[in-house]
């Protein structure tokens, strides 16, 4: 029902209510009955020991559970140990990750009020929130949080902070009257009050219009449990990777059993050693290195003021191609601010940030001297003392304790230099009317030190228009003529289309004896002037706006505010252009999502939004092919977020619903920190690129070292423990120094990548085979050379088979930093894989040299002058085929 559209009798009558008795008992067990208590549900939480077990469903892990089956049946026990502890290690980090998504209902349910003023019986009772009905009568004052939905019958100077749900901090002032829009967002509902917001100001009285999962926490909730997580490029990649594999591993075995038995060789023998390759294809540390380089990436985060909550997520960053971005405390600082000032035709402008008391007037542009400026200081110093705030410094920071308007008004007073305990020690405030929202002001009656006392109103500039006689022009004081009137209302229409709050000073003198009561006093005004406030951008947001849009990111608004406040904020950001739509939520409620689909791409400001708006904007740009990044603070942006490709919280001002459906946390609140972490996950990813590059390369590698030497009818150049040793040793620790190079200089203005795109799309696949092939070939050379010299040396030729592919690959994994030629970038840009093949080398030596260790690893120590071929022939994968790259960069230009 629409109850903000009812009178209070219609409310009263349509829910059979008592505004003067309240409901009976007996009606509100019939109520219960009817439409349960009022607490959000929770969603079905799954077992601890079924969410474990979930993480064995990734493709790729069940490809290691096969391998380790596989080694085995081939009695190859520290493979098939090894392989399997990293394949528990991994789930034991996904099921940690899944148990912190839970808390997201429960942190939602913390925001109910635990008790509310209810009237049963005809007597104010306070009873537990959960048992609230609709047709209950409630009352609520200021700290009080409101227990359900509610159309409001009573309103005293009522001000409600609706931030759970729409986003915006400053208070939205209530009433009790109709309203004619039929379908008003959350914002614009003047007359109605929702469960978990927060009374700042006043108090008033409402009818219980709905409860539980009936209310718009409640529909939050619902959203939250239905929208469904999004699995992330890299999951997808990796699942087409294990596929991938696995093809092979059996193409692999059915192969070599096929050569046995043309070559008339034991099937049983031959189905042992297609086995033994099938499981070389599969790259055991794969799972292990993406997860070590996905933690080591959000260390690097967290120096960034970022938090990851989700491993991939920090991978999926890389692919954004739309940021979804809150306004308030994201793109701008969440605290209001004096910018302008307007007195009798003249303006003036003030700089600084935040509520630190530290800032520069201006006048046309030209710094000025503000204690010439007596008029001005004059309505500064009575915005100071007409006001309840205070600033309060903890640490290095200043914080607000107050109305944000009035905050803004205090600021602006300290920047010209005053302090309020200096001026009340000079005025003594006699009488205050408090502010409330019929009359929309306040006032105070000050005497100062020479016994003289005023009036000082501050107000809305319409109604202190009404009751002013005269105003100050041009440094005089002038009968408030219609044309003055005029002067002010254009000033106001400037400031307007600036996105500009203004608040209006006037004051007048009375005599010392003289009483009088509200009326009288906040009549026959000297109207002073205007101040300007807004919630200004953060000064590092523009430039990031730039460069996501450089990289090929679309930044698009979302608010709960205004359309013409979001429109002049995101004009001063470089988001919205002359081009570009601009949409309302009232507009987006009437569209289905096909039709948002259709012109979503031309839209750079959402205005006025819901919950619902929001989940149906990303939805739409997923729809037309987008990786979608959503921002936001409050319990209103969590489904969103939680649908969101990638869901990024605040971490000062975000909810602890919002944080819960995050992937990400920024310890700052702010846009800028966006930009460096999609930055790290370019990164991050193309790091992935290099060492999957190296792994498959290495792997392909032995793969073809041991089928050409089946097809020649040789002897095996390798045993499964060298095969061992080099897909967890040799590959393991330059892999990691892969995942933390340091990003190529031209990262950022690249377009962020297809989310279709293949693991081994930009030319990686023929990399991998191509390098692969010549690593095989060099490595059967070696052996075949040094077999030829000692035929009867088998284990010699075998250890100079291993020690060429081990050095291949070593030296190969410097042509994996660069996607375009190993002679591209400095060999030496990344010391941690110098040190990573350094140290693969002293171990490789180690289990050559040292005599304890050559029966494990079946070896035998190699001569010098062999070590010579082994460097020359190792050498040739890398030098050949980056010469060849280079060659074809050379020809494309």
């Known amino acids: 029902m629409k109850f903000h559209t009812f009178t209070v009798e219609e409310v009263e009558k349509s829910l059979n209510s008592n505004i003067q008795q309240g409901l009976t008992d007996d009606e509100v067990k019939k109520r219960v009955q009817q439409y349960g208590y009022n607490e959000l549900e929770k969603g079905e939480k799954q077992s601890a020991l079924l969410l474990f077990f979930s993480q064995f469903k990734d493709f790729l892990v069940i490809v290691l559970l096969v391998a380790v089956i596989l080694s085995v049946l081939l009695g190859e026990y520290i493979d098939a140990i090894t392989i399997l502890a990293i394949v528990i290690l991994n789930a034991i980090l996904g099921f940690f990750q899944e148990r912190k998504a839970e808390k997201a209902l429960e942190a939602l349910k913390k925001l109910s009020a635990p008790l509310g003023n209810v009237l049963r019986n005809g007597n104010w009772l306070k009873v537990p929130s959960k048992e609230l009905v609709p047709g209950d009568i409630i009352r609520f004052s200021s700290g009080d949080r409101i227990g359900a939905d509610v159309r409001i019958i009573d309103s005293i100077s009522l001000e409600i902070e609706e931030s759970p749900l729409t986003g915006e901090s400053i208070p939205v002032e209530k009433c009790t009257e109709p309203l004619l829009e039929k379908e008003p967002g959350i914002g614009d509902m003047k007359n109605m009050a929702f469960m978990g917001t927060l009374v700042t100001r006043g108090n008033g009285m409402g009818i219980v219009v709905a409860t539980g999962m009936d209310t718009e926490m409640g529909k939050i909730s619902d959203l939250i449990q239905r929208a469904q997580s999004v699995e992330t490029p890299l999951q997808r990649r990796l699942q087409q990777l294990g596929k991938i594999l696995i093809v092979v591993a059996l193409l692999l075995t059915i192969l070599v059993i096929a050569l046995g038995i043309i070559q008339g060789r034991d099937i049983y023998t031959m189905f042992l050693i297609g086995v ?14 993406v997860t070590v380089v996905l933690s080591l990436g959000v260390t690097r985060m967290i120096k960034q003021n970022a938090i990851v909550r989700k491993l991939p997520a920090v991978e999926t960053l890389g692919t954004a191609t739309v940021i979804c971005a809150d306004k308030t405390g994201t793109m701008t600082q969440n605290k209001m601010t004096v910018t302008h000032c307007w007195i009798g035709g003249e303006t003036w402008t003030v700089d600084g940030i935040g509520y630190t008391p530290q800032g520069t007037f201006y006048q046309n542009g030209s710094p000025i001297d503000i204690q010439k400026e007596q008029i001005l200081l004059l309505m500064l110093k009575y915005g100071m003392l007409c006001n309840h705030a205070n600033v309060k410094k903890k640490g290095e920071e200043y914080i607000l304790d107050g109305d944000p308007t009035e905050g803004a008004l205090l600021v602006a007073a300290m920047k010209a230099g005053f302090e309020r305990k200096q001026l009340l020690k000079e005025y003594k405030i006699i009488k205050e009317f408090p502010f409330d929202s019929n009359r929309k002001m306040m006032s105070i009656i000050i005497e100062n030190s020479n016994g003289r006392r005023f009036v000082v109103t501050k107000g809305a500039p319409d109604v202190l228009t009404n009751v002013s006689h005269s105003m100050i022009w041009k440094g005089k004081e002038e009968i408030l003529s219609e044309e003055l ?65 450089n990289a090929g990111i679309k930044t698009v608004m979302i608010t709960g505010d205004h359309l013409i406040t979001a429109k002049a904020i995101a004009s001063q950001l470089g988001i919205y252009h002359e081009n570009s739509k601009l949409i309302e939520g009232k507009t987006l409620a009437t569209m289905s999502i096909e039709e948002l689909e259709e012109i979503v791409e031309d839209v750079a400001v959402f205005a006025r939004v819901s919950p619902e708006h929001k989940l149906k904007i990303v939805k739409a740009f997923q729809r037309r092919g987008h990786v979608v990044a959503m921002t936001g603070d409050g319990v209103n942006d969590a489904p969103a977020i939680k649908a969101a490709d990638i869901g990024i919280s605040m971490g000062i001002t975000g909810s602890d619903v919002a944080k819960e459906s995050s992937a990400l946390v920024l310890l700052d609140d702010n846009f800028a920190t966006i930009k460096s972490a999609i930055k790290e996950g370019r990164n991050i990813y193309e790091n992935i690129r290099k060492f999957i590059r190296y792994l498959l390369a290495s792997n392909v590698g032995e793969i073809l070292v041991m089928l050409f030497a089946i097809v020649l009818a040789l002897p095996l150049p390798l045993v499964p423990i060298h095969i061992l040793w080099v897909n967890l040793i040799t590959d393991g620790l330059p892999a990691m120094a892969l995942g933390v190079d340091e990003p190529e200089n031209d990262v950022m203005k690249r377009k962020p990548r297809n989310p279709k795109e293949g693991i081994f799309a930009r030319g990686l696949g023929w990399k991998i085979v191509s390098r692969g092939l010549v690593i095989g070939v060099v490595t059967l050379i070696a052996f075949t050379m040094v077999l030829n010299n000692y035929p009867n ?37 990344n010391m941690y894989l110098v040190g990573a093949v350094v140290l693969s080398i002293m171990l490789m030596v180690l289990v050559i040299y040292v005599p304890p260790l050559q029966p494990i690893f079946h070896t035998a120590p190699i001569h010098l002058s062999d070590w010579l071929l082994i460097i020359a022939l190792a050498a040739i994968p890398t030098i050949l085929l980056g010469a060849i790259d280079l060659l074809r960069m050379k020809n494309k230009k």
């Open 485 to 549: 009137k005029n002067s002010i209302q254009t000033a106001i229409d400037n400031l307007a289309s600036q996105a500009l709050r203004t608040m209006a000073i006037a004051y007048k003198e009375i005599s010392p004896n003289q009483t009088i009561d509200e009326r009288e006093a906040e009549n026959g005004l000297t109207f002073i002037g205007l101040q300007g406030i807004i919630d200004p951008p953060r000064p590092e947001v523009k430039q990031a706006v730039e460069e996501c849009e």
């Open 276 to 289: 033994s390759l099938a499981v070389a294809a599969i790259p055991e540390g794969l799972p292990a290195i």
């Open 793 to 829: 040396e088998l284990v010699y030729a075998q250890t100079v088979a291993f020690a060429t592919l081990v050095m291949a690959q070593l030296i190969h994994v410097f042509d994996c930093r660069s996607e375009r030629s190993v002679f591209s970038r400095n060999p030496f840009g």
